[in-house]
């Protein structure tokens, strides 16, 4: 088969598992490509290759595919979780990177497995703080996108609250600082109306992801930058 059709092939594989994991979680629904297509923009701000955006588009889609593998309930309980139940949320990375482990694809494994662990050790599976850029890159747009739009457990925050959130001095989410600080003046660009809802954030969204990865988009580091 010729690469071009195994490329095809992969892709509608990719898609089916994204389609899955919304059934069994609406209210991640948008929420993976939202974080694809939020990660290839800060991607675009760092002058990342071609094909390291590639890679955050598709890893961003995919990062919480482990979730067909914890229960409903729990992935929709409106309240707080028991130490047992997050213990059995956080299982998802590794559910995710043994369900994309036959891809072999290193760097969407990565982010697959790593999204949640912190540069100061903190996070989970591993405690790990050597991120590659990739899941540095990833894990700041998918909590973005957590904050600013509705969970089982609490309302979308606006965008003024998630950005005091995750610059304040604490660090709170244990991310890169300077890709956090560009993410932030990102946002002030990518929605510079300020607040709005996760459609119309998926809209706006929409037009970055829609870009031609594969032809020479070649981004200079200006390209989004007001
Ligand atoms: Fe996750």
């Not at 609490?154 to 600080?181: H, Q, S, V, W, Y």
């Not at 706006?204 to 870009?211: F, K, T, Y």
């Amino acid at each position: 088969m010729a690469f071009a059709d195994e490329l095809v092939n992969i892709k509608a594989i990719f898609t089916s598992l994204i389609e899955a994991l919304e059934l069994s979680d609406p209210y991640t629904r948008g929420h993976s490509e939202r974080v694809g297509s939020l990660s290839v923009a800060l991607g675009l701000e760092l002058g990342l290759t071609t094909r390291e955006l590639e890679v955050l588009k598709d890893a961003g889609a995919l990062h919480d595919i482990g979730k067909i593998g914890v229960s409903k309930d729990l992935l929709n309980k409106p309240g707080r979780l028991t130490e047992v139940e997050f213990d059995e949320v956080k299982r998802h990375v590794i559910y995710g990177f043994n369900i994309l482990k036959p891809l072999d694809q290193p760097e969407l494994l990565d982010i697959t497995l790593l999204h949640h662990e912190r540069i100061d050790g903190r996070g989970y599976p591993y405690g790990r703080s050597d991120l590659p850029i990739l899941v540095r890159v990833a894990q700041i747009a998918d909590v973005w996108d957590a904050l600013t739009s509705n969970r089982p457990y609490r309302d979308a925050m606006t965008f003024a609250k998630a950005r005091e959130l995750m610059g304040g001095n604490e660090n709170t989410f244990g991310f890169d600082p300077m890709l956090l600080e560009s993410f932030l003046r990102l946002t002030r660009f990518i929605f510079p109306e300020g607040d709005c809802d996760p459609d119309e954030m998926s809209r706006i969204l929409d037009e970055i992801a829609g870009l031609n990865l594969s032809e020479d988009l070649a981004p200079t580091s200006t390209t989004l930058r007001a």
